[in-house]
């Protein structure tokens, strides 16, 4: 009977080392606070480096991509910070700026809405989503005077600015770059949310189709 027990034991551990490393391959990147030792770019704006910091802290806590649709708190209003998704990083390291886009977004689109992207079979304005999407992210702030021209020179993007991409299939998608630099590439590391937040070196991993400095 105790090697029977004794099987049962060795293949239940066998079980549970398999399905602990299809976990761990499926879990987001180490947390963001192991590129604290990277060279990085002096910020000298107190909010641009707020800005940033908020960005890059957000791949210790924001662990999942969830694009469900929530009811919010207006002004003010997130989704738990465990989850999100990509315009979330910009949304929340801009309250850190003092900058709430979900009110901002929803009051130019209530004076201008038919100058947004008409997508989503809307009669007027939705606080608890229009920011989170990009399209309305990047008509904001072209219409707030902060674009940019799209170069294909890292040094042209700096840290705190906004960049938007065309994905496989046409999905957008959205990130901020941080202050540290690329050990590889020499670009600056973007924080951004595709299953997870994370800091990594994707400037031009994709198709840029926006580029944004808000703060100065």
Known sequence: MSRIIAIMLLVACA?????????????PA?????SSRRET???SSPVVKKVVDDAIAQADYT???????????????DVPLDRGVCSDVIIRAFRKGGVDLQKEVHEDMARSFSVYPQKWGLN??????????VPNLMAYFKRQGK???ISKDAKDYLPGDVVTWNLSGGATHIGLVTNIISETSGAHL????????RVEDV????EITGHYRYFQ
């Open 147 to 149: 674009s940019l021209s």
């Open 41 to 43: 770019t002096p910020i």
């Open 203 to 206: 400037l031009f991993a994709w």
């Open 63 to 77: 662990l999942y991509y969830d694009p469900a649709y929530v009811q919010l708190d207006y002004p003010g209003g």
């Open 190 to 197: 973007v924080a951004h949310n595709m299953g997870a937040t």
């Open 15 to 27: 079980i549970l080392t398999t399905a602990c490393q299809q976990i761990a391959r499926t879990q």
């Open 124 to 133: 007027g304005p939705d606080s608890n989503i229009d920011h989170r999407r």
């Open 30 to 34: 180490p947390p963001s606070s192991a």
